[in-house]
């Protein structure tokens, strides 16, 4: 192994680095120097340079990336003013120094400038209004732009509620100022916070308002980034071929008017669209036209670097060699600003893997130099801590620790949590190599605890990173498990805090999931509610690591954990469940089912099977929280084959999402009321379902009280309505839908449209505004899971959690046959005969087992329950 040498003294900092394709969007609030007023009474003197010239000094350094010059530039600026008495000119200094200051990552004091640029401003943040009842002209012409650049700057930083208020003030004044191109881009900033938010389908319709408004205007600038930014939330909502449509109409508009930089920024887009299709080559094309057009070398070099991600993680290493040359002979015609480090660094993190590590190392050397040479903190930050990674992979660790503490140092110097947990799990990483366990474990408890402390802001932080959930934060979880599992001492390993270690990481998969931090409501631990209440009741909680295949027991009315392993790598036990998965809905193929469905038994319930027969209460319900792919099959069809029974012949069976359960209480029965719709004949493509509407007259049949939207009556806008009149306790959906491991590709199927899960949680919290009662249980009885996905239960999880619902229970494969409408009535008999959730699923699924007709799992399995299952 060849060591690197290179020159040090660094600091450090990073995340998955800029992925300029999927982070790529209409820059709404452009980073630019703010327009400064006529100044009044400013004296001047030949050797004093006047506000205007230190401005048009200030805003050079800006675009040349010379951020912290530009910052003391524009803080003398802010002293001559305030000297002068200028409060207009201080308030647009300030508004251009916030700028600065968060192009370098200082954040606070970015938000501290625009504050007082809003106090100067006579701005009341408390109520956001005007203290002003009629202000001049001049001083709307500096509120109205620094609303704009607020809006940007809290979209940025997560805050997309807040955001969304700021861009209906801007679109106030804007309109005062009789500036309509204006308003339509504070109504464009409106939509992408919306976007942020979850509410996709507002955002999309905010822009297609725009571009209505646009449309019989003459082709503008204005046009093509409206039609961009559709493009981009049609592209969130899945809307794939609407996407492709938008993106096309604005390239065309770019064209015309010969906008090289648009026409650059819009191919890109239409090469995520590409990408999201599945039509690589038609990606690697938009890129490829992406770089030809752009007008600047750093542009090209961004939209190769997009190409080259695509190639690497395609595995056409052949054609990413022939592309790596091609971007490194260009590097050295970069200017040194932030925006070409970042590329330096997104290049060396892209080839890492597949280049030779001294040509890596010598490429962050050199944005580690431009980035210390323009005083740029983050940049800084970011090229170190990637060049400490590179040293990680070379096992010169004492090298990767020099570099790891001064990275960290930095993190904490610019209060950088979204870099700082990387570094601690670096750390983490390096002292585990070094078997120096105690200290691991202390490193990865920081970078968690790091992670949890900013969780709310995941997805709205820093649009320069990649954030790439599966190799940035998963991973972190999942080895600090094992640490823990291995840890030495006096005492057995804790197993609790291996327990909320998962559910953290379940939790940060779902927020990832909707890009937004999305359990606050009140939850209940699970412990408790087994103690307390349900002494019948076992909590599972299986654990897929690298070597082994763990499971944690709780039993009800004891304190301490039960931990079982068995020493089985990860890729075999998901070999066995893609197997049990694949051959469960095959007719033909129960053999190969029951032979999987054996192994997972024998390593998931045998171990603790003793423990749970001997527990002081007989059990009577197993509640899992399934790991990884494990949520993507039934566990009520585990076999024993000693027994001869499947896991539901034994027990009531129930899934949780996590450790906590929301709010849970039995089902009100009495007068149980339901809102029951479906689809027989939904649009093409999908098949015809002939079974639902007796299925939803069998609810009915149970004793249900209902109102039924049927086919036509099926539609969105009609389903909104109707579940926003009564305090429905059921909801019930019999239509297609697919849950997959994307928010975008989730969705149920109305007779107009498919619903997506952002979408369904629009939906569910105008529902919310008029209902304080949630909906107790949400049964989806046609849906699936989305063939080839290891965590397309995800979607499942999501789409409960989404729905504020008690209980959950759906489909995770499709049947299509008269043995749902049997397994529904039965369900809903159940419920009304006073049985808990679990147990009228467990009642129904034996009804079907034990029928002739309809007793293979193909048949009976499906059905899971996701939440409370009393």
Request: net charge positive; proline share 4%; charged share 20%.
């Amino acid at each position: 192994m060849h060591k690197l040498k290179l020159s040090r003294k660094f600091k450090i900092a990073a995340i998955n680095l800029v992925l300029f394709t999927l982070t790529f969007s209409l820059i709404i609030i452009p980073i630019t120097i703010a327009k400064q007023p006529e100044p009044t009474n400013t004296q001047t003197t030949i050797t004093q340079a006047t506000p205007e010239q230190l401005q048009a000094t200030a805003e050079h350094l800006f675009k040349a990336g010379r951020l912290t010059d530009a910052v003391t530039t524009l803080q003398q600026v802010i002293q001559i003013y305030k000297q002068s008495g200028n409060t207009l000119g201080q308030a647009a200094a300030q508004i251009n120094l916030s700028l600065a200051l968060e192009q370098l990552g200082s954040w606070k004091q970015a938000s501290v400038a625009i504050n007082t640029s809003l106090n100067l401003l006579g701005w009341d943040n408390a109520n956001n209004t005007l203290k002003a009842n009629n202000p001049e002209l001049e001083l709307l012409k500096v509120l109205a732009p620094t609303l704009d650049i607020l809006t940007g700057q809290q979209l940025r930083q997560g805050q997309s509620d807040a955001a969304n208020e700021t861009a209906k003030h801007a679109q106030i004044y804007w309109r005062q100022l009789g500036d309509n191109t204006a308003v339509l881009r504070s109504r464009i900033n409106q939509a992408q916070a919306l976007r942020v938010s979850g509410f996709n389908r507002r955002a999309e319709n905010i822009l297609e308002s725009v571009f209505q408004e646009l449309q019989n205007q003459p082709d503008s600038f204005i046009k093509v980034g409206a039609l961009r930014s559709l493009g981009n939330v049609q592209q969130q909502l899945g809307e794939l071929d609407k996407s492709q449509k938008s993106l096309q109409h604005s390239l065309e508009i770019a064209q015309r008017l010969q906008l090289s930089e648009e026409i650059s920024l819009t191919e890109l887009s239409l090469g995520n669209t590409a990408r999201l299709i599945g039509n690589i080559n038609n990606a690697v094309t938009h890129y490829q036209n992406a770089a030809k057009t752009a007008p600047n070398p750093l542009l090209k070099v961004q939209a190769q670097i997009n190409q080259l991600n695509l190639l690497v993680n395609n595995q056409r290493i052949t054609e990413a060699r022939t592309l790596i040359p091609v971007i490194q002979s260009q590097l050295p015609n970069l200017p040194a600003n932030q925006a070409s480090i970042y590329a330096r660094i997104n290049f060396a993190s892209t080839i890492m893997k597949i280049a030779d590590k001294k040509d890596t190392a010598s490429i962050l050397a050199v944005g580690v130099q431009q980035a210390s040479s323009i005083n740029d903190p983050r940049a800084l930050s970011y090229a170190l801590g990637t060049l400490a990674e590179v040293y990680e992979q070379n096992q010169q660790w004492q090298e990767a620790l020099n570099l790891n503490k001064q990275a960290w140092s930095k993190s904490q110097d610019i209060n950088a949590p979204d870099i700082a947990y990387r570094w601690e799990w670096q750390l983490g990483r390096i002292f585990k190599e070094q078997n120096n366990i105690t200290e691991a474990i202390k490193a990865y408890d920081a970078s968690i605890e790091t992670l949890s402390n900013f969780r709310t802001d995941l997805a709205g932080v820093n649009r320069e990173i990649q954030f790439n959930f599966r190799d940035s934060v998963e991973p972190i979880y999942r080895q600090s498990v094992e640490l823990l599992l291995q840890e030495k001492g006096q005492s057995k390993p804790d197993l609790d805090k291996v327990r909320k270690r998962m559910e953290a990481l379940q939790l940060a998969e779902l927020d990832n999931y909707f890009r937004e931090a999305c359990l606050n409501n009140q939850f209940v631990a699970l412990d408790k509610v087994v103690d307390n209440k349900n002494p019948d009741t076992a909590i599972l909680y299986p654990i897929i690591l690298d070597n082994q295949l763990g499971v944690i027991l709780k039993l009800p009315g004891q304190s301490s954990l039960i931990h079982k392993a068995s020493a089985i790598s990860s890729k075999e036990v998901e070999q066995v469940i893609a197997q049990m998965r694949d051959n469960i809905v095959e007719p033909d193929e129960i053999q190969k089912f029951q032979a999987a469905s054996k192994q997972l038994y024998k390593w998931l319930i045998k171990p603790i099977e003793a423990e749970i027969n001997n527990s002081k209460n007989k059990i009577k319900t197993l509640v899992f929280i399934p790991d990884g792919s494990l949520r993507n099959i039934p566990m009520a069809a585990l076999y024993d084959e000693i027994s001869k029974k499947y896991l539901v012949q034994k027990y009531a069976i129930a899934i949780s999402p996590g450790l906590q359960l929301f709010t849970p209480k039995p089902l009100a029965r009495q007068k149980l009321n339901a809102l029951a719709g479906g689809l027989s004949q939904p649009p093409k493509p999908f098949k015809s379902l002939p079974y639902v509407g007796e299925e939803l007259k069998s609810i009915q049949k149970a004793g249900v009280t209902t109102v039924t939207l049927y086919n036509d009556k099926f539609k969105s806008k009609i389903l909104e309505q109707t579940i926003n009149a009564q305090p429905f306790r059921v909801v019930h959906l019999a239509t297609h839908g697919k849950f997959s491991s994307k928010a975008s590709e989730t969705f149920i199927l109305a007779s107009d449209k498919r619903i997506y899960v952002a979408e369904l949680n629009e939906l569910l919290k105008s529902r919310e505004r008029s209902r304080t009662e949630p909906i107790e249980l949400l049964v989806l009885s046609a849906c699936e899971t989305a063939a080839g996905d290891k965590r397309a239960a995800l979607g499942l999880a999501g789409i409960a959690l989404r729905a504020g619902a008690r209980s959950t229970l759906a489909s995770l494969w499709q049947i299509g046959d008269e043995s749902t409408e049997r397994f529904i009535n039965q369900f809903y008999h159940h419920l009304t005969k006073g049985k808990s959730t679990a147990e009228a699923l467990q009642l129904a699924q034996l009804n079907l087992l034990e029928s002739d007709k309809f007793n293979r799992p193909l048949s009976w399995a499906p059905y899971v329950l996701i939440g409370n299952w009393l």
